[in-house]
């Protein structure tokens, strides 16, 4: 079990809808060979990802009820 720094920030449960003018949903993968899980890149203005409040950065933990914390890229999304 990994520590959690005093400074990380809190989760938030963020749901992405699908736009149907809107091709896919407005953010990048963004992944590190020295350490675990899917990032949040660059969120697009005016996206589904911005409006579903996704921040670069973030970490991913669940993708539609599963857990994908410790996938790597090409396991992820």
């Known amino acids: ?22 091709e896919g949903y407005g953010f990048n993968l963004h992944a590190e060979k020295s350490k675990p899980g899917q990032y949040i890149g660059k969120v697009d203005v005016n996206s589904p990802a911005e409006m579903a409040g996704l921040r670069e950065g973030d970490r991913i933990i669940e993708v539609n009820g599963v857990n994908i914390a410790n996938e790597n890229h090409k396991q992820g999304i």
């Not at 959690?4 to 963020?14: E, G, V």
């Open 1 to 22: 079990m990994s520590e959690i720094p005093d400074k990380a920030p809190s989760p938030r449960h963020c749901i992405i809808t699908k736009w149907p003018d809107f």
